[in-house]
């Protein structure tokens, strides 16, 4: 056979991933398949593919032994998936979350944060830091509904500020009290005598 035919026959080896790993999220899924990318070597990185909840490894028959070494890396990677930290745009995905209130309650402490990591963005010299989730804190807020608890509390917050600020605002009618109190409200009532011919009802 040609040494064209083959390269053309592949080596092929597919991984489902679980509900465990990817707590039922696609982005969770393609941060695994990166997780996967990165503690390969260059020459394998490509050889790897999701493909729905599916990985899979291929790479041609010549290639044998860096097949086999990137089939024990992805197992790897695989067994530590269910702990690997879970990234800001995962959590939002699995969560049903906002970025705006990713940030408040992760300010507030009803998103507790299990540390930051610090990556180097692909082709660029800056960096950037973030926070990381541990995977079993991030299931127990999904299975009791816990942003939609937090919704609701942001919702009551709100109503209860709203209703501070009104009751703090002087009414209109406090205004016109004030008003007539310092005598503002009718240039008469600072003349002379004018208490006792008010008293008489002589303009009713």
Aim: charged share 30%; proline share 6%; glycine share 6%.
């Amino acid at each position: 056979m040609p040494k064209s035919e083959k390269n053309d026959v592949e080596l092929m080896r597919r991984w489902t991933l679980t509900p465990d790993a990817t707590m039922g999220s696609s982005v969770r899924a393609k941060g695994i398949l990166q997780e996967v990318q990165a503690r390969l070597p260059a020459i394998s990185k490509k050889a790897i593919s999701l493909e729905g909840v599916d990985l899979v490894l291929a790479m041609p028959t010549d290639e044998r032994s860096a097949f086999n070494a990137a089939v024990s890396v992805v197992t790897q990677t695989l067994d530590d998936a269910p702990f690997l930290p879970v990234i800001p745009r995962e959590i939002q995905d699995i969560l049903g979350m906002k970025t705006s209130e990713r940030h408040r309650w992760l300010a507030d402490g009803r998103l507790p944060s299990a540390g930051t990591r610090t990556v180097r963005l692909a082709g660029r010299a800056r960096q950037i830091t973030f926070h990381v989730f541990e995977p079993s804190v991030v299931d127990e807020l999904l299975n009791r509904g816990a942003v939609d608890e937090w919704r609701v509390e942001d919702a009551e917050a709100r109503a209860e500020k709203r209703n501070a600020t009104y009751l703090a605002r002087p009414s209109k009618k406090s205004k016109r009290s004030k008003k007539a109190d310092n005598g503002t409200g009718d240039p008469a009532s600072g003349l002379p005598g004018w208490e006792d011919f008010d008293a008489d009802g002589l303009l009713r």
